[in-house]
């Protein structure tokens, strides 16, 4: 079985994740809808993490640590200049699909052994990193235009 | 001065108790007798109280109430009895003025218009439409609105318009769409008439809308009163008369309202088959209310779990109900969920569309709803939806231009965000009418910076030389109310038609005038190469309005100029099927929420990200209102060891915004002089405070310093209220918003006003002076080296 691995993945990339939206939300202090949202999505992920933790356990012995190659490459640091928040936010929404996939395949295999509270927390993750997604890309937008036809 | 009342020592004047027929009373003040009356209708608060502009020799004298008006049966308040003097004051703007070296001078409308034209054709070309924003107010004319809206969105094609509607309004519009899809309040003040309970939560009526006040008043004294609610952290007017009132700690409206709906669910007390065949989210609403057990509520919010009870069996318990919500909902944390709560409540028990059953949403201002209708703000005209491309479609037929040109490609953008992108010289040029940001903006330190920075280039648009516009560099002089010919909408949707009445003083212009002049000279055309603007008067805007919200719900198609002129102010819709208005909206149960009608697609109430239209269509709830609702979160700044106070701020009831009429009022003036920290006995106790002492209080953004006034609050709470500036008093530091925050709701993008961490400290008479001192040359020195490189 190699669902551990995934189990693993999904957890540490939401670890991941929470670091990111904590970064993102430090490097853009000046727009305080960025900031605070930031936060209060960091704030959901830390939950999962927690919540994930019983299971993460019970599947340990599958686990192995193959290395984030996404989460490695992307927002190591937080830029800046006219395009940082733009290309900040792109990166954040790059990394929660990551979770997001990871967690979509994980959830097929629980269907598979019918282990419901596993099902039940991929759920979960499905549904607040689509809410994440959906505020990220909302965000983007409207810095797009103002960024990349007037900024300097 | 003759006057049928004193306004001022008896503010609601003589009470007529009633229950059904609310009796005429008319309220008139007048300097000498007036060779005419003109019909208007009062702008200084949003209840739109009719009101006839009395003439003398081409001079405003006076003011009565229009007895026919079915807003005020004739009754005015003290604003509105003593606000007109402003009219005639002797310090109105009457020439343009052009910074030039740095100083302010008279100019020709000429010149100031071609420099106007001059600097946005240079800004178009280095920054595209998109570096020229408008901020705009709750005070122009709907015909105003309406013309400025066609000129930036078909003419320039930017999206960054909206105005200070964003600091007072923006989340009545929000709740009112995320409920019932689109704006538009569903009561009528008439419901006042006969209802049986009053819920105000963050509402100081008797303050803000003083003859809406005088009509609650009547009935509490008639027979049969309602039982009236009022949920307040101060210990107001309004929560004086009120059966029972909480009082819940800053920040926690989501808890007390969810508190009161679980509450109210828990006991079975709602319309089954009303939430099954009218509505859609009922069970999730349920999970998520069910969590506030009234223990719980008294834990988070102060509020006691035996008042919370007696609050729900009111709410839960009358037939019908009257509910308004303001600026304590929506410059607070969470402002758009707890307002929606107020809709639910309204949704769970069915009541709603009938007499006796209204839903205020409230403005603050009054000519914020025809912001939002107009679309001069972050809206579309006709209440249409950015990201229906239909509707898109229809704005572009109307104004036979590309429907590209229209942005639409996200919402427009909100007041925040515009002055955040001035700061970043993303937005080059500012035109600012009617309204007093260096003033009524948050963290005012950032907003004088702002005006001030030597890449933007700032238009002020105002009949006074407001602090807003002494930072200008061209001042435009604008006629007001009483001086020009337009439209208004109050909150209950009641359209009034104010005449002028004499001319504008000098050389000043109607804000319709401004607008179209510059239209001509940017040489702004439609598709076949006919000017864009095609009205020249406001009767002719009007007409072009009446086309743009026909069929929409704010439909003003079956209206007129004569037919406004007639008697009383008409409530829309008013078209071929109701010629006479309409008092409820939503009889038939069916709302606004179906794909192809709603004003948005909604917001994630957290985090305010939109519904895409593939999401709605997808759960396209068919004329059902949308039951939402969402946990509480605290505030993001919360007093600490530093600054250990809860600041709020707010208004007075002698004084509208930052008092630029009022405060030319010398009756309201004496009435209100100065600002002050309102602190309760216990905190005035522990720092040894005495009444009128000097107080300085700071946050992590400002300080100001301001009396003692002891009383009246929670312990740890303090309250300032937000209309005192400098145009007329500039000594100290005393403008409430000093002190506030740059944050705000997720959804309706309104500022958190209501909250800030302060500590307080005594001031000695030393402190006083040196920091006025300090502001006043560091003012003056940033101005005159930034307009003096500039020039």
Redesign the interface.
């Known amino acids: 079985m190699h669902i551990g691995q995934y189990i693993d993945l999904v957890h540490r990339t939401e670890i991941d994740l929470v670091k990111a939206f904590k970064k993102v939300a430090k490097a853009h202090g000046?727009?305080?809808?960025v900031y605070?949202?930031c936060?209060?999505?960091a704030s959901w992920s830390q939950k999962l993490v927690e919540e994930f933790e019983p299971i993460v356990k019970r599947y340990k012995e599958e686990s192995d640590k193959e290395p984030d190659r996404l989460t490695q490459t992307l927002l190591k640091d937080t830029r800046k200049g006219g395009l940082a928040l733009l290309r900040d936010l792109h990166d954040l929404y790059l990394i929660t699909t990551e979770v997001k996939v990871c967690c979509t395949i994980l959830k097929q295999a629980s269907d598979g052994l019918r282990d419901k509270d596993l099902t039940a927390m991929c759920e979960e993750i499905e549904r607040q990193t689509t809410?994440q997604l959906?505020?990220l890309?909302?965000r983007a937008?409207?810095a797009a235009?103002?960024t990349l036809?007037?900024?300097? | 001065m003759q006057q049928t009342r004193d306004s001022i020592k008896d503010i609601w004047g003589k009470r007529s108790p009633y229950k059904g027929d609310w009796p005429v009373r008319v309220d008139e003040q007048i300097e000498e007798e007036p060779d005419k009356w003109v019909q208007s209708a009062c702008v200084l608060c949003s209840n739109g109280c009719g009101m006839d502009i009395g003439v003398k020799d081409g001079k405003i004298v006076g003011v009565r109430g229009r007895a026919v008006d079915i807003v005020n049966h004739g009754r005015l308040g003290p604003k509105g009895l003593n606000g007109w003097v402003a009219n005639n004051s002797a310090d109105r703007l009457k020439r343009p003025l052009i910074r030039k070296n740095g100083k302010l001078e008279e100019s020709s409308w000429d010149e100031a218009m071609e420099l106007i034209v001059k600097k946005s054709k240079e800004v178009i070309e280095k920054q595209t439409s998109l570096g020229i924003g408008f901020y705009t107010s709750g005070q122009l004319f709907l015909e105003e609105y309406y013309t400025l809206a066609v000129i930036g969105k078909a003419g320039l094609g930017t999206p960054h318009m909206d105005g200070n509607t964003r600091l007072c309004t923006a989340t009545a519009a929000a709740a009112l769409k995320v409920s019932f899809g689109s704006d538009g309040q569903p009561g009528s003040y008439t419901d006042i008439d006969t209802t049986e309970a009053i819920l105000h939560v963050g509402h100081n009526v008797a303050s803000q809308q003083t003859v809406l006040w005088m009509r609650i008043l009547d009935r509490l004294e008639g027979e049969n009163p309602p039982k009236l609610v009022v949920i307040d952290p101060r210990k107001t007017f309004t929560a004086e008369k009120a059966t029972v009132h909480l009082a819940p700690i800053t920040g926690t409206n989501i808890p007390v309202m969810n508190g009161l709906l679980n509450l109210i669910i828990d006991s079975g007390r709602i319309n089954k088959e009303f939430i099954e065949n009218h509505t859609v989210g009922f069970e999730e609403l349920k999970q998520i209310v069910a969590k506030w057990p009234p223990e719980r509520v008294e834990e988070v919010s102060g509020v006691p779990a035996a008042k919370l009870r007696e609050a729900a069996e009111i709410l839960g318990s009358a037939s019908t109900l009257v509910s308004t919500a303001l600026q304590g909902v929506y410059q607070s944390m969470q402002a758009t969920a707890a307002a929606v709560q107020v809709n639910n409540l309204h949704l769970i028990r069915g009541l709603i569309g009938r007499p006796g059953c209204g839903i205020y949403q409230m403005n603050g201002q009054p000519t914020a709803q025809n912001n939002r209708e107009c679309g001069a703000d972050g809206d579309l005209p006709g209440f249409r939806n950015w990201g229906n491309k239909e509707h898109i479609a229809e704005l572009a037929t109307l104004w036979n231009v590309d429907p590209d040109i229209i942005p639409h490609w996200s919402p427009p953008t909100h007041a925040m965000q515009i002055w955040r992108y001035a700061e970043q010289g993303l937005i080059s040029l500012l035109w600012i009418s009617g309204t007093n940001p260096a003033v009524s903006m948050p963290e005012l330190q950032r907003i004088r910076n702002i005006l001030d920075k030597e890449d933007l280039f700032v238009i002020v648009q105002d009949p006074f030389m407001t602090e807003t516009a002494e930072r200008a560099d061209v001042v435009l002089p604008a006629a007001i109310w009483g001086e020009k010919t337009g439209c208004f909408t109050n909150v209950d949707r009641t359209v009034h038609i104010s005449h002028k009445a004499i001319e504008p003083p000098g050389e000043a212009r109607s804000d319709l005038d401004i607008f179209i002049d510059y239209a001509k000279r940017m040489d702004f055309r439609d598709k076949d190469g006919d000017p864009l603007i095609k009205w020249q008067t406001s009767e002719e805007a009007f007409e072009a309005w009446k086309q743009c919200s026909k069929g929409r719900p704010c439909d003003y198609s079956g209206m007129s100029y004569s037919k406004l002129s007639q008697g009383s102010g008409i409530q829309w819709p008013c078209n071929e099927q109701f010629p006479d208005g309409t008092p409820h909206l939503y009889t038939t149960h069916l709302f606004n929420t179906s794909a192809n009608i709603c004003e948005t697609y909604g917001y994630d109430l957290d985090t305010g990200a939109a519904v895409t239209a593939e999401e709605y269509k997808a759960i396209d709830p068919k004329g059902k209102a949308f039951l939402k609702g969402t946990d509480y979160q605290q505030p993001y700044e919360i007093p600490d060891d530093l600054y250990p106070l809860w600041l709020t701020t707010g208004r007075q009831v002698y004084h509208f915004h930052t008092r630029t009429k009022t405060g030319r009022s010398k009756a309201l003036s004496d009435a209100a002089p100065d600002a002050f920290i309102q602190i309760s006995e216990e905190d005035a106790a522990r720092y040894g405070i005495k009444e009128g002492e000097m107080i300085v209080v700071e946050s992590r953004r400002g300080k100001v310093i301001e009396p003692a006034k002891i009383g009246g609050v929670e312990p740890g709470l303090v309250f300032i209220p937000f209309h005192y500036g400098y145009w007329d008093k500039s000594d100290r530091p005393r403008a409430a918003n000093e002190l506030t925050l740059s944050e705000w709701d997720p959804v309706s993008k309104q500022p958190h006003f209501k909250y800030a961490a302060v500590r307080i400290t005594k001031a000695d008479a030393g402190i006083i002076e040196s920091t006025a001192d300090k502001i006043e040359k560091a003012a003056d020195t940033i101005k005159s080296k930034l307009k003096s490189q500039e020039a």
């Open positions: 000046d727009e305080p809808d605070q949202t936060q209060l999505l809410r959906s505020w890309l909302t937008k409207q235009p103002q036809i007037v900024a300097k």
